[in-house]
């Protein structure tokens, strides 16, 4: 057998172990409880994009999420409409009150929605909630899809995850 060959099955070889080792190191129970601290995740979801973020929180953790809700952040118009927050803009200030472009049509356009495992709801005080199962959340603007291009701005989000107890 020729020292190339050698070296080569070696080389397997190490590989094999040493994945062996890794997998048992990381899969294996450790024989301690894991603590989960706070987890804060920051996202500026655009204006200009559908939904944004993949956030997990897990069965049986508390969580907050919180965004600016007066200020100048997002718009869904920049041609013709100022900048709005979280709570988006009074009911019949865009176009007349015409609903052809809004997502959510019983929410107000620029207003944040909340999808929470594919259940959207409009953003409100999600502050200090618990979960008893796990959800996915993620965030965009009331805005069709097809409305998106004339948009501008972001809005700060956040959320936080915590254990509960």
């Known amino acids: ?9 070696a080389g397997i070889a190490l590989g094999v172990v040493l994945s062996a080792v890794l997998l048992l190191f990381f899969i294996a129970p450790q024989g301690e409880a894991v603590t989960v601290s706070n987890q804060q995740y920051s996202i500026n979801v655009s204006a200009t994009s559908g939904w944004q973020g993949a956030i997990l929180i897990p069965a049986g953790f508390r969580y907050s999420i919180s965004a600016p809700q007066s200020g100048q952040y997002w718009t869904v118009d920049y041609r013709s409409l100022g900048k709005t927050a979280a709570f988006g803009y009074p009911e019949g200030q865009v176009w007349g009150g015409n609903p052809s ?9 620029a207003m944040l929605l909340v999808k929470f495992n594919g259940d959207v709801q409009r953003y409100d005080d999600f502050d200090g909630l618990s979960s008893s199962f796990d959800r996915v959340v993620s965030f965009r603007i009331n805005d069709a899809n097809n409305c998106l291009e004339d948009n501008a701005g972001a809005l700060p989000v956040t ?4 254990p509960a107890g």
Request: glycine fraction near 4%.
């Open 1 to 9: 057998m020729s020292f190339q060959k050698v070296l080569v099955r």
């Open 101 to 109: 472009c809004k997502y959510a049509q019983g929410d107000p356009y």
């Open 159 to 162: 959320v936080t995850v915590t």
